[in-house]
């Protein structure tokens, strides 16, 4: 899909990706079958990230979002396909050279108390990465993490270096995990439900912070999130899964308006809306997302779909461009 | 719409003994929920939301306690009931409804035993038979498989968890339901689903629920009426409709603009709060609000409002709305 852009304009591109995680069994059925089963937590998912865009990738819990995610950046081996960024294949990439590449892409997690070293101070913990990946600048750091400190809004700089992270605030945590990730020059940063801890007075502020940044540094980011409201303030592009398999990608105009999907449409109505004068009228689907080990045949959201035919069980939808740049696994959906 | 109040909340204050003297999380908080109607209270983190719910079942545990105030619910002050007769209030006129069911539910008791359980407690005559029937009724009406009676609660999914504690809530009828962050751990439509069925049980009931939330969203979706929370006071209270249309309070109106939006005619910049909620140990002098308030003036910071109802049934707990000597002083 989207091959009309050029190679050179993507940075980072997932080609039929897929990552099965084997079930655990215990010993007594390990010893008497043979076979294992696996998750299909993310199954041939092909996905194009240009330079500079934000692409969002949405979905409910056990969508496979967040496995894309750390698939994107090498963090899990696949289980098939190639992950390429900026023309390398990390598949093929040595751990030394993996390494050398992690400087370009860093993380920002959800939940900045558990990705921050309680016993480091913050200055210190952002400092980490220059110590790994520019130990010839060594005078430079304190500088570059002061002048850092102060561009995610961590002012005065010198008044936090030496904080603990016991000692600010959540928001102000988010910010020092911000600053820890761009601190190496990364071309990609990836997301991963970076405000979703965060009260909504402080989740406006860290959005805004987020967007300011990616037009400072020049970011591409990867942003994942359960939450289509927050990604219409920061995404360009959005890509929505089920069951580890995309549903529906284009920009987040296009698709908040004009869905396709039976899922996306049912996944949009169910967001709710802060005007009471706007209260939902739709039906939600029916069942509960199927278990990944066993997902149903053909269309996986078949079982629970208001349009499903009796084909949708046996052929597997591909994505197909319904509208410009707009591409819909559906095999019935109205354009 | 003219209802009569269940639960009227006068003065009520919960404060925390802490080793730098008392934290009060609730101040001085008064509020009506009324017969039949959806109440969301909101607010954000330490705020002093769920501890308020948990003080209207006298819920409080030491070093906190209930400092001052009555909480009269159907015309009886609960302020005076001993142990015994709390205990009966507890599930029978008012139960609450957690955030992680699966904190909530016992894991080595199955989804029947935990509603059986609950009514024998309080319903000492009540048979197994009997006890099993209304169960299954009640499991019935939340929509779930009669087969998932005999389920552990690792063997449901998150949704259907909570539905189970709602249906523990219900099974004694009471009157007010408090849920606290419900639907906060569940996927969107599942959460869509289950704010639904508790919109359904509420009109087949006539059950007041107090929805406890940080999603001003999903109160806009359900409720008849909202109450703000900030820093451990109530800063505004009213009818939805009024208060989504012209926010009064400054805290209201910030909050509500920093709320994401999902359609597209929607503003599209988020309104920026400055700075963040207070530590409660030193709150700030006056309007604790004040320091973030784009509309302060010279008194907000040295006199703390007093709640006002400026139209019929709407409070704002802030010095625009009333008057006061200094106040004029200032503005002459």
Redesign the interface.
Known sequence: MENKTKEKDILLSLQNIKKYFPVQKSLIDQIFSKKIEYIQAVDDVTIHIRRGEAFGLAG??GSGKTTIGMCAIGLEPLTEGNAIFDGLDLTTQSHEELRKLRKRMQVIFQDPMASLNPRMSLGSAVMQGLKIHYPEKVAEHRDMVITMFEKVGLTPALFYYNKYPHQI???QRQRVVIARALITHPDLVLADEPVAMA???????L??LMVKLKKEFDLTYLFIT?????A??ICDRIGILYLGKLAEVSTV?EV??YPMHPYTK???????????????TEQ??KG??PNPINPPSGCRFHPRCPIARPDCAEIEPKLRELRPGHFVACRYADV | MDRDKLVAVKDLSVTYQTRIGPVSAVDHVSFDIYKGEILGLVGESGCGKSTLGKALLRMIDPPGEISNGEIVFEDKDIMQYDDKQMRDFRGRKASMIFQDPMTSLNPVQRVDQHLIETIQVHEKDVDNASALERAGEMIRKLGIGEDRMISYPHQLSGGMRQRVMTGIGLILSANLIIADEATTSLDVIVEAKLADQLRDIRDEFDISLLMITHNIALVAEMADRIAVMYAGHMVEIGDIYDVFEEPLHPYTAGLLGSVPNIQFDASEELYKMPGEPPNLTRPPEGCRFHPRCPKAMPICSRIEPAMTEVEPKRFIHCWLYQDHPEKMLRKG
């Open positions: 409910e819990s605030s959540g928001g009260d909504v007075s402080v989740r406006s502020l959005l805004d359960h939450d289509l409201a927050t219409k303030y105009k908040y308006q049912a996944l949009l109505a169910a967001v709710p809306v802060p005007n009471p004068k706007k209260r939902r939600m689907p509960e997302i």
